[in-house]
């Protein structure tokens, strides 16, 4: 789908919605408990959908009325086929939780998805009973028992493969430690993992070097809950609102656990007096390309780092971004993990984007019009996976919304 959309009009008010995130930890604990959950979740995504889909096929009774998730205990297949769609999450968190409750699973995987990366989970759960095909097998498939035991992970290459395991240890019959190695990245989303996890009565046990999680665990349902607003879809919001469109945000919780929260520092770094800004991207990749439209805005250089991981996402983001930014006028350089944008807002004009099947591509496109009077997307489309309503909202909040033949 072909967008040609301007931002200039944006002003007024809206909604959080509800966090991607959080949708799929809650999802994910209310299927393995043993008593009933309601998952209050007003807005859906094609991420979450996918996760909701792979429990039910997991054997979980799961049904969605009125915006809210109603989740019943029920008995594990043998065998099963799920469906991951594109969602890394729904993928890495659930292989060690299908590993766990010893199901014979075949899962379809889409998009970029077969060849994002699943090393060192991959060797970590076939070392532990768990029997897969080689990596980048579509559908994958998994089957065996996982033990508990030690298990070693390097922190810096996905906090979701900790994640994973971190719902998947308390299953197991033997107690477990989790070894971290490294710097950890996106930690703030791991802690977001042990507070669902918290919710749901199961016992992890931090130290310096990782975890301890005893075996034998019952996941309790607290009843109901309710998922809270998304600060990672928010940001393209917020960051309009730093390229001058009159808006506000509401439903976003400033003491939030979503590491993307913030997103308020970054912008405040990025628009404050000053030739130079450095934006860490470590805890924050997800918001590298709506702050690089920031930055472009900016009349000083803005250096990006601590963000390789973004080659492996649906998109390689760091060149889908660089690109993003050349079509719109900007100066911009790749470097080995991130950008250096030399700000300049008399040189940012219309232009054209390759939306690369990333929804953060897409989103940040759009909300470059705020500066650039309008901009044509290619693959619009790719918000379905985590804000099907984006350009629905842009309309609403002023912005032009026009499909281009």
């Not at 400033?254 to 130079?276: F, I, M, N, W, Y």
């Not at 649906?314 to 719109?328: G, N, P, Q, W």
Request: glycine letters at 10%; proline letters at 5%; one cysteine or more.
């Amino acid at each position: 789908m072909k967008l040609t959309v301007s931002g200039k009009g944006l002003h007024g008010s809206i909604p959080a919605i509800a966090s991607k995130s959080m949708a799929h930890r809650l999802l994910i604990c209310a299927a393995l408990s043993s008593d009933p959950s309601q998952i209050r979740c007003e807005t859906l995504s094609d991420d979450i959908t996918a996760t909701a889909g792979c429990l039910r096929a997991l054997g979980c009774e799961l049904t969605y009325q009125g915006g809210t998730f109603y989740a019943s205990p029920a008995p594990h297949p043998e065998r099963a086929t799920a469906d991951c769609g594109e969602s890394g999450s729904t993928l890495r968190f659930l292989l060690p939780v299908i590993a766990a409750l010893g199901i014979n699973c075949h899962l379809d995987l889409h998009g970029r998805l077969p060849s994002r990366p699943l090393s060192p989970l991959y060797g970590e759960l076939t070392s532990h009973g768990a029997k897969m095909s080689p990596e980048g097998s579509n559908p994958l498939l998994i089957s065996g028992k996982l033990r508990g035991g030690t298990y070693t992970i390097r922190a810096d290459v996905s906090s979701q493969f900790i994640s994973g395991l971190l719902f998947a240890l308390p299953l197991c019959e033997e107690d477990s430690r989790l070894i971290l190695v490294g710097r950890r990245e996106s930690a703030s989303y791991v802690e977001m993992t042990l507070s669902a996890l918290r919710a749901y009565g199961i016992k992890i046990i931090s130290s310096d070097d990782g975890y301890s999680i005893p075996g034998r665990q019952k996941y309790r349902s607290p009843g109901a809950l309710t998922v809270e607003g998304d600060w990672s879809n928010g940001a393209f919001w917020l960051a309009a609102a730093a390229l001058g469109a009159p808006l506000t945000v509401t439903g976003l919780d400033p003491e939030s656990l979503q590491g993307d929260s913030k997103v308020v520092e970054a912008l405040a770094e990025l628009t404050k007096e000053g030739s130079r800004a450095m934006i860490d991207a470590q805890d924050i990749p997800d918001l590298v390309p709506i702050l690089s439209v920031v930055a472009a805005a900016q009349k000083k250089t803005t250096v990006i780092y601590n963000a390789a991981r973004l080659r492996l996402k649906e998109s390689d983001r760091i060149e889908t971004t660089a690109a993003l930014l050349k079509a719109i006028g900007a100066t911009v350089t790749q470097t080995e993990d991130g950008l250096r944008i030399k700000g300049d807002p008399a040189a940012l004009h219309p232009g054209r984007v390759d939306g690369a099947n990333d929804h953060r591509i897409v989103m940040a496109a759009a909300i470059a019009s705020v500066v650039c009077q309008s901009i044509e997307i290619d693959g619009a489309e790719a918000v379905n996976k985590s804000y099907p309503a984006f350009f629905e909202d842009f309309r609403k909040l002023g912005g032009i919304v026009a499909h281009s033949y």
